[in-house]
């Protein structure tokens, strides 16, 4: 069963306790975006690693047909008789965002989540640190297995060190050229661009040539006829 706001309430403290101050929407807890985002480069000039948001500098962008990955500013914990799912706030669904990194987080998690999106609308999103970005409902899992309410023991739980920030290996796996539907239109412009500018220039050369050509042409007219009229008058 799916807890309810009411529950979420009295146990917010224990679920997100570095921010007691978390909002609750209905029944969910809100997450915001935190200090870390990467985005996969949209061109040769892009930073290639992950950036740190500041008070000064709080905002970023995602491109269209670009990935990113943000991570929350809140640590959640999911107790191991439970299990935690997540999403985006429709707003950003709308502005097409989608959330490809899954949709679910294990019993027994503690850490920052990390979302890995994907821009797939027809517009740039601008995003800044502290947007309320994310949703987690928390659900309660049936006892099969547990004695005596030892649910830390049971194997099928998470056990790893805590996330606290987005890893090396995350921005690696990101790393390399995305061939979205928005980058391959743009190189197909610059190619088109480049090969009309060429096609223009091959053309000034191919007009010289056929003017230096029409210059010769009448210079050799020129001569065979003047070559005819002094062997006329010779003949004379």
Not at 228 to 234: A, C, D, G, Q, S
Request: net charge neutral; charged share 25%; hydrophobic share 40%.
């Amino acid at each position: 069963m799916f807890w309810s706001g009411n529950k979420l309430h009295s146990k917010k403290k224990s679920l997100v306790p570095s921010h007691p101050d978390t909002a609750i929407d209905c029944a969910s807890l809100v997450l915001t975006i935190g200090t870390e985002v990467y985005i996969t480069p949209n061109s040769e000039n892009d930073i290639k690693v992950k950036k740190t948001l500041t008070v000064e500098e709080p905002q970023f962008i995602i491109p269209k047909g670009q990935f990113a990955l943000l991570i929350t500013e809140e640590e959640v914990h999911v107790p191991y008789q439970n299990i935690a799912f997540i999403s985006f706030k429709a707003k950003y669904k709308y502005k097409g965002l989608i959330n490809v990194s899954g949709f679910h987080v294990d019993p027994g998690w503690k850490g920052k989540l990390t979302f890995s999106v994907y821009n797939a609308g027809p517009s740039d999103v601008v995003l800044e640190k502290g947007n309320p970005f994310a949703l987690i409902w928390y659900a309660d899992l049936d006892q099969e297995g547990i004695f005596n309410g030892d649910y830390a023991n049971n194997q099928y739980v998470k056990k790893d060190k805590p996330i606290t920030s987005i890893s090396s290996d995350k921005v690696t796996d990101m790393t390399g050229d995305i061939f979205s539907p928005f980058k391959l239109k743009k190189d197909i412009e610059e190619l088109k661009e480049k090969y009309n500018k060429e096609i223009i220039e091959i053309k000034k050369e191919v007009n010289a040539i056929e003017g230096k050509l029409l210059v010769r042409t009448g210079l050799l007219i020129f001569t065979f006829i003047s070559l005819l009229i002094v062997i006329i008058r010779l003949l004379k």
